[in-house]
């Protein structure tokens, strides 16, 4: 198949799980492209062009650091096609981490939904990904019960409200748009700059109070979903904990969590039945779970990683069954010819 994974930039973009999955989809023989945000052309008059990169089919490293770095090399191959051509587009690409980039945001999922309509498969679901595109309010259409209290809001006085109103007089303040543990911050009793903090966050947009879980002291857990379905291989799961760093509430890798192991619990298992559902009505089909004890925390829709960290505690990569999984739709979309839609064959099995 040809496939292209949509990116922040392919020049700068890191070893992380994008690279992955691109390094074992050329493993198993398939023509893989990489784009950059910026790299879609629209015409009036014919299918929207994309300038791709790519590495040689001769390339022969399964290591995904190497294909990283053939991909980057000035002797990568780089070619205009018809994005029409293409059987899948998988956008890939974080709008978080474009800063000072506002066009580039949301240009991956614009131009997407117009390949879509092109009859590429696009995953996740280009009108999906649009509609959860800021995922912190999609999260917020999920069932209460597997939710911390929470808050949206620009308002200083409905949080401070909020804060009040907290058993243990503790609260997690955080921007509406954001990710990678950036600008998050814990208040408790004893925080003196709150409405500093709070006046900074809705200068930025909207700001989320949450509830403070105590079993969050000791991070979270990173569940990745394909299909609707934990990802499992060896009979082992593809969920990793992310161990907080010393002093540090937060768990995210970018601020020094670590990794560890973690099995699937009951608790867990809820989360993902009352979750599954509407993630595979809406096309959603790789999504990654934030869990805290008996809580979703946080869902990814737009660019779910952590598999560069299975390895350090004995997981297996998973990306093989990624591809394998994306290999069945494309089968699918050709055996149907047209009965099926994005969206149902984005989630299909």
Request: proline share 3%; hydrophobic share 40%.
């Amino acid at each position: 198949m040809r496939i292209c994974f949509v990116l922040n930039d392919v020049q700068t973009e890191k070893n992380g799980t994008s690279i992955a999955l691109m390094s074992m989809a050329h493993q198993r023989g398939h023509e893989v492209f990489a784009i950059g945000v910026g790299d879609f052309t629209f015409h009036h008059d014919k299918p929207i062009s994309i300038h791709t990169t790519s590495v040689a089919k001769s390339f022969k490293s399964k290591s995904p650091a190497k294909y990283l770095e053939a991909l980057q090399d000035k002797k990568a191959k780089t070619k205009t096609i018809d994005s029409s051509t293409l059987d899948v587009l998988f956008i890939r690409n974080n709008p978080t981490e474009e800063e000072g980039r506002q066009w580039a945001e949301q240009a991956g999922v614009a131009f997407g939904r117009m390949i879509q309509q092109l009859n590429v498969l696009v995953l996740n679901d280009a009108y999906a990904l649009s509609h959860a595109f800021i995922d912190k309010l999609y999260f917020e259409e999920l069932p209460q019960e597997i939710k911390p209290d929470s808050i949206i809001t620009r308002d200083k006085e409905l949080i401070l409200e909020f804060w009040k109103n907290q058993k243990n007089k503790k609260m997690v303040l955080k921007p509406l748009e954001g990710s990678g543990g950036q600008d998050v911050y814990l208040i408790d009793e004893h925080e003196k700059n709150v409405n500093q903090i709070i006046t900074h966050l809705s200068s930025q947009g909207y700001v989320i109070a949450q509830e403070y879980l105590p079993a969050g002291k000791d991070g979270d857990v990173r569940v990745l979903l394909v299909n609707g379905k934990v990802m499992e291989q060896d009979g082992k799961m593809a969920i990793i904990r992310r161990v907080s760093g010393e002093g540090e509430f937060r768990s995210n890798f970018s601020v020094g969590a670590t990794a560890d192991s973690s099995d699937l619990t009951p608790a867990m298992q809820r989360i993902i039945d009352l979750t599954a559902p509407k993630l595979i009505r809406d096309g959603l089909f790789f999504v990654g779970l934030d869990i805290v004890d008996d809580k979703l925390i946080e869902i990814n829709v737009l660019s779910p990683g952590g598999m560069d960290r299975f390895k350090d505690i004995g997981l297996p990569p998973f990306t093989d069954k990624i591809i394998e999984s994306i290999e069945r739709k494309v089968e699918f979309k050709k055996i149907y010819a047209g009965q099926l839609a994005n969206r149902t064959l984005a989630t299909m099995e």
